[in-house]
């Protein structure tokens, strides 16, 4: 019989000291410096403390660090969810418009209750919160049961999701919004803005659930091996509609906050909002195939343009160089990243 | 989680009869047996297309069958999926590798039967990657496989080496069955080497091993029994003794047929 030396398996606990030792801090740090959320986090700074350095009253002022924060919360929140699509191997190109939708019925709804209160926000919230997350659901329906490419599904609810907006208003813009709202867009805490709080916030959710729990460590698995995942017992059809259902979430709630923000439902505002979400994503290191990326990389994704613009305004530069300047740069940072990946991995 | 010791050696602990498999109008098998015994390598021969990675792919609850029964320790068991088989003890290294290349080994050795951390935590669904990874090293130390590295992801490890991780995977979490579909075939001399030892000691822990492979001699190497597979269907099952090159060729091609060919509740 030689069945007695069964497999210990996956209780089994055999000293492995030996192997485990080398996995020191150092290590891992040396791992970080490798990492494309360092270097562009290097360039963040560069960036900060060469505009800082040249105008120092007016880059480095309060109120002007203040706006690029405040102009990049939406954007990152978007970004967020962005980052867990396209690390699973997806692609969402609905935000902008599921967005411009979600503000205008949640508007039109508090419009509709009448009175201006924190409950009106409240059911606010929800209704975003719920037509985002219907047009996610729809997207990750389109993608994983009728198997229309990612692009083009989220391509088709782009177009639906602004078109539906325009018939809901009529085509002009919803500018009634609940002063209980405004005053959350417009607020502080402690002198930071209400709005860079709850954008901390959730990316900080984000991050942890991306890299500590086990809805991000199946994100990452379903990204680098559909297949594998599946024969692994990964749903992974299940796992991809509850992404979308979560970009299209935080396309609700990134609503909210913009009409918290402008006091308007900003229905021509948000067309380049995907594209500089996959900017932001892509900057951040995250792979346009899957199975890689981090939200911290997105963090810094999303300042590099920010205050990129925000630099050359104040230098007097035309802002359009910013868009040229980006263009390039995102090329730059995925020729890069593809070399250093080539140089690092064997065939 | 309690799991039955795998049996004693020798015994049939899953056995396949009578297994067809249409996709469309190609009949990939037509009756197929099939049997594998405890702490034995079965080897799985036959020619391209003879329907190995089929019948392994419903032996490993990938697919359905068209029709056909599959028995695990003599009781009929049905998989509806992957996790079915898996909770039975039966775990495959597939022919087109399932590892995800961007992820570390521990977190390959555990894709999607990952750890959790004790108590409220867990709930949550936070995951306990230090016990993931001392578990994984458990097992590569267990079959002797010498990783440098436990976090980085597995794209920077040779193509060997991710073999390595997926035929340890497969090792650790095995109670009764390991397939292998063509473990050594994109591997060099001393990497194939390695593999076969790898198949030995995981048979020597009492699981079957079902190894398919083209190359002959590894087969003569490290197989108990040989089973052929030709046209979807088992042409011949042998004991591994004194077998030599030809007499397996011979077997795949229908050169030498040892076992008649009109069997019963074959689709026309
Ligand atoms: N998913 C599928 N759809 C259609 N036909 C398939 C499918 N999978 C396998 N087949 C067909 O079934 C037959 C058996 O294929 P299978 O892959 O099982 O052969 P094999 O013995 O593993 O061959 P090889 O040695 O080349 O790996 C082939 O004719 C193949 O074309
Ligand atoms: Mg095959």
Known sequence: MSGDAAIPGPAGTADAAGLLAPQGLGRKLKAAAASSPFYMGIILLLLVAFFSFLHPATFASSYNVRNIFLDASVLLILA?????????????????????FSGVVAAQVMLQFGTDSLLTVALGFVVALACGTAWGVFNGFCITRLRVSALISTLGSMGAALGAAYLVTDGSDIRTVPNALIALGHGSVGGVPWLVVITAVVSVIGGVVLHMTRFGRHTYLVGSNPEGSRRAGINVSGHLLKLYALSGLLAGFAAMLSLGRFSTTTLEGHANDPLEA?????????????????????????FIPA????????????????????GFVVIAAVYADQIKRQKGERL | MSIAPAGSKGDAILQARGITKRFGHVEALRGADFDAHAGEVTALIGDNGAGKSTLVKILSGVYGATSGQV????????????????AIGIETVYQDLSVCPDLSPSANMFMGREALRPGLLGRLGFLDNPTMRRESAVAFQRLKV????????????????????????????????????????????VQTARTLDLVR???????????????????????????????????????????????????????????????PGVAA
């Open chain 1, 278 to 302: 996959i900017t932001a994503v892509v900057l951040g290191g995250t792979a346009l195939t899957g199975g890689r990326g981090t939200i911290i990389g997105t963090v810094v994704g999303v």
């Open chain 1, 80 to 100: 967020v969810g962005t980052t867990y699509i396209m690390i699973a191997g997806g692609f969402d190109l609905s935000i902008g418009s599921v967005l411009v």
């Open chain 2, 146 to 189: 010498a990783l440098k590295d436990m976090d980085a992801p597995i794209s920077s490890l040779s193509g060997g080496q991710r073999q390595s991780v997926a035929i340890c995977r497969a090792a650790m979490w095995a109670k009764r069955v390991v397939f292998m579909d063509e473990p050594t075939a994109a591997l060099g001399v």
């Open chain 2, 71 to 86: 028995l695990v320790d003599g009781g009929p068991v049905s998989f509806a999926s992957p996790s079915d088989a898996h």
């Open chain 1, 307 to 326: 205050v990129l613009a925000n630099g050359f305004i104040i230098m007097g530069i035309q802002p359009f160089w910013q868009m040229v300047v980006i």
């Open chain 2, 201 to 263: 000691r995981i048979r020597d822990t009492g699981v079957a091993v079902v190894l398919i492979s083209h190359n002959m001699r590894d087969v003569i190497q490290v197989a108990d029994t040989v089973e052929v597979l030709r046209l979807g269907r088992r042409i011949a099952s042998m004991r591994n003794q004194g077998i030599t090159v030809p007499d397996l060729v011979g077997a795949m091609t229908g050169a030498l047929d040892t076992v008649p060919e009109s069997e």
